[in-house]
Antibody, heavy 119, light 108 residues
Framework: QVQLVESGGGVVQPGKSLRLSCATSGFIFSHFGMHWVRQAPGKGLEWVAFILYDGTKEYYADSVKGRFTISRDTSKNTLYLQMSSLRAEDTAVYYC????????????WGQGTTVTVSS | SELTQDPAVSVALGQTVRITCQGDSLRNYYASWYQQKPGQAPLLVIDGKNNRPSGIPDRFSGSSSGNTASLTITGAQAEDEADYYCNSRDSSGNRLVFLFGPGTRVTV
């Protein structure tokens, strides 16, 4: 079955970097755009980044632009989020989600990985 | 651009509740709706063409008009108690963003 499994979360100091991974299975990874969405403690969902199915285009929320980089490795069926210059406000559960078109929606989500930015 | 939702609604067991989402992006793009229960990942319940993923009960339906999208639960059940988020894309020129509403907490 279609599955997304995030990993790489943890506790990190402000200003440091962290890389999240999202291992996918059960579908042809190279056919789908992919998202990262986060949720701060007790808050709502916030879209973070999106990458096209072929990796040719990336889009970011203003809150992370210039600090975060989304990427994908088709040979490993894995999505990544490289996070740098981390701030306390980046503390959240980070979810990866698959994009389905016609119309656009996020039809499959991972279980999330928790990132805590604290000194 | 942003999406707005009522913070909370309550519905009696077996009754009908409508959750609305407003935003300029909805004039050009469809909204999708996600259910989230405590400690769980979001779950797609309705897409912009009122299609339900496999396993989502048919008591969930969606509609839209102008800048407003709606999610209706007809005959709400106890297990429908959750937070519900609307989502749409928005674009201008080369810029593409995806928006989430602030969420509506549904109490049954």
């Amino acid at each position: 079955q279609v599955q997304l499994v995030e990993s790489g979360g943890g506790v990190v100091q402000p200003g440091k970097s962290l890389r999240l991974s999202c291992a996918t299975s059960g579908f042809i990874f190279s056919h789908f755009g992919m998202h990262w969405v986060r949720q701060a403690p007790g808050k709502g969902l916030e879209w973070v980044a999106f990458i096209l199915y072929d990796g040719t285009k990336e889009y970011y929320a203003d809150s992370v632009k210039g600090r975060f980089t989304i990427s994908r490795d088709t040979s490993k069926n894995t999505l990544y989020l490289q996070m740098s210059s981390l701030r306390a406000e980046d503390t959240a559960v980070y979810y990866c989600a698959r994009e389905l078109l016609g119309p656009s929606r996020m039809d499959v989500w991972g279980q999330g990985t928790t990132v805590t930015v604290s000194s | 651009s942003e999406l707005t939702q009522d913070p909370a609604v309550s519905v009696a067991l077996g009754q009908t509740v409508r959750i609305t989402c407003q935003g300029d992006s909805l004039r050009n793009y469809y909204a999708s709706w996600y259910q989230q229960k405590p400690g769980q990942a979001p779950l797609l319940v309705i897409d912009g063409k009122n299609n339900r993923p496999s396993g989502i009960p048919d008591r969930f339906s969606g509609s839209s008009s102008g800048n407003t999208a709606s999610l209706t639960i007809t005959g709400a059940q106890a297990e429908d108690e959750a937070d519900y988020y609307c989502n749409s894309r928005d674009s201008s020129g080369n810029r593409l963003v995806f928006l989430f509403g602030p969420g509506t907490r549904v109490t049954v």
